[in-house]
């Protein structure tokens, strides 16, 4: 099992910027990756950063974001400590949804297409971002 603890999560005016932290702990395994997911009530979770921490029981760096939210979002990762981050700027109203972590331990596909909600068997309890003037 692995436990998710989210943090950053609050209310900004649009423009503002805000980071998201996630922290990993629990059961290891030789594959493992971690996103943020966010959703707005009647909506999908959408996928929006993933960080590869480990393939095959050797370190991984990958990272990428969601091609929506390239150029305002950008996604970090410390694999030792099992960590992925969040930075958003530039955020609009829309961006306004729960933000979830989640893990996957699955090997993942060969282009790293990791952006499904079926990639994942953790999840965290979700941190809401409002973005309102």
């Known amino acids: 099992q692995v436990q998710l603890v989210e943090s950053g999560g609050g209310s900004v005016q649009p423009g503002g910027s805000l980071r998201l932290s996630c922290v990993a702990s629990?059961?290891?395994?030789?594959?493992?990756?971690l996103a943020w997911f966010r959703q707005t009530p009647g909506k999908e979770r959408e996928g929006a950063a993933v960080a590869v921490i480990a393939i095959a029981s050797r370190p991984a760096h990958i990272t990428y974001v969601a091609d929506s939210m390239k150029g305002r979002f950008t996604v970090s990762k410390d694999n030792a400590k099992r960590t992925i981050e969040l930075q958003m700027n530039s955020l609009l109203p829309e961006d306004s949804a729960m933000y979830y972590c989640?893990?996957?331990?699955?090997?993942?596909?060969?282009?790293?297409?990791?952006?499904?909600?079926?990639?994942?068997?953790?999840w965290g309890q979700g941190t809401q971002v409002t973005v309102s003037a």
């Open positions: 989640a893990a996957g331990n699955r090997r993942p596909p060969p282009d790293y297409s990791l952006l499904r909600t079926d990639d994942y068997n953790f």
């Open positions: 629990g059961s290891t395994y030789s594959s493992f990756y």
